[in-house]
């Protein structure tokens, strides 16, 4: 069984040094695990250290747009079921390239013209954190893989309170 968090995925989710951190989770709730963003947000919002700015994007990432900007980020940080071959519930920083083939989430703009408008405009870093999901049919609830590699995220994310 692979780690859920290696050590390039925890740098990918650590905060900037300098600025504000955006945590963007992204999916659709009602297609089982492509909601793995809408949970992390959940799980997240209320323990998520002052470093931080969390944007709990559903399905349409491309609305808060100027919610991330009006942010100045330092780092913005995408959380996104993307099926990129990997076992169920396997995490991976992808590269902007990779997000295009592999994310499912249905929006509008995809996440790399979202991140690229952002990154042009502030100057950012931006990391896209992809989740393999193991079912995307329509229903809720995800699959027991998927909900540990979240809940994994949520717990190193919220243990960075004394950051």
Known sequence: MLPLLDEKIRRALEPALNGKTVV?????????????????GEKLAPILPPCFRLIQA?????????DILSER?????????????GVPGEIRVLTEEEVVSVTLSTHT???PVIA???????????????????????????????ERAASAIVEYLGGLRDA
């Open 109 to 111: 703009f995809p996440l």
């Open 24 to 40: 963007v989770t992204v999916g659709n709730p009602l297609r089982r695990d492509d909601g793995v963003g809408v949970y992390i």
């Open 58 to 66: 559903g399905f349409s990432p491309e609305r808060f747009i100027d």
């Open 73 to 85: 980020p330092a780092k913005v940080i995408f959380i996104d079921a993307a099926s990129f071959g």
């Open 116 to 146: 690229r408008i952002v990154a042009d405009e502030t100057g950012c870093e931006v990391v896209f954190v992809g989740i393999q999901p193991e079912d995307v049919s329509f229903g809720e609830g995800l699959s027991e893989a998927v």
